[in-house]
T-cell receptor, first 113, second 110 residues
Framework: DAGVIQSPRHEVTEMGQEVTLRCKPI?????LFWYRQTMMRGLELLIY????????DSGMPEDRFSAKMPNASFSTLKIQPSEPRDSAVYFC???????????FGPGTRLTVT | GQNIDQPTEMTATEGAIVQINCTYQ??????LFWYQQHAGEAPTFLSY????GLEEKGRFSSFLSRSKGYSYLLLKELQMKDSASYLC???????????FGKGNQVVVIP
């Protein structure tokens, strides 16, 4: 099993640009999670999907952030327009409804200048 | 919502034992998780407790007291590779979201 796959691994962009982060969950997993990690705030849940449906997006910071899951094997997190304070590591994780643990992808390190 | 508190950093010697504490407040507890995160890497699952008591997994053990809102992770026979951040996370009943603490940085020295 390839595990959770995220791309890109690193992204450097200028303020105001659109950023799209991509995630492929582990095959057969029903739930997908987007997290953001910073030194100040730690690991925060942004949104999670179950069976491709957004269940809880209360962690999405503002309207500049949006997430989609068009099918069971792909999700995107988009920031438009990006701002320097969005600089963080963004993790995607997936889990099976039958198991407890979440499996994390390697993360995307985003730097907005 | 949840409120999760973890101390920030500790240093220990190779071969020693360390205990990492986590206290939490939540309205509908449905499980506590411990994750290990090495610098620059993703968190990896270590343990899960939903009932009171001790769960042992090799050199790592995790304890839970639901009445006290308290858990600890015990790392025995410390190795250099155990230098990492240890995160506790709480899940509420009725949903699948995890609320993570800030993590406790463990530094293992020779």
């Amino acid at each position: 099993d390839a595990g959770v796959i995220q791309s890109p691994r690193h992204e450097v962009t200028e303020m105001g640009q659109e950023v799209t982060l991509r995630c492929k969950p582990i095959s057969g997993h029903n739930s997908l999670f987007w997290y953001r990690q910073t030194m100040m705030r730690g690991l925060e849940l942004l949104i999670y999907f179950n069976n491709n449906v957004p269940i809880d997006d209360s962690g999405m910071p503002e309207d500049r952030f949006s997430a989609k899951m068009p099918n069971a094997s792909f999700s995107t997190l988009k920031i438009q327009p990006s701002e320097p304070r969005d600089s963080a590591v963004y993790f995607c994780a997936s889990s099976s409804n039958r198991a407890n643990e979440q499996y994390f992808g390697p993360g995307t390190r985003l730097t907005v200048t | 919502g949840q409120n999760i508190d973890q101390p920030t950093e500790m240093t220990a010697t190779e071969g020693a034992i360390v205990q990492i504490n986590c206290t939490y407040q939540t309205s509908g507890f449905n499980g506590l998780f411990w994750y290990q995160q090495h610098a620059g890497e993703a968190p990896t699952f270590l343990s899960y407790n939903v009932l009171d008591g001790l769960e042992e997994k090799g050199r790592f053990s995790s304890f839970l007291s639901r009445s006290k809102g308290y858990s600890y992770l015990l790392l025995k026979e410390l190795q250099m590779k155990d230098s990492a951040s240890y995160l506790c996370a709480v899940r509420d009943y009725g949903n699948n979201r995890l609320a993570f603490g800030k993590g406790n940085q463990v530094v293992v020295i020779p």
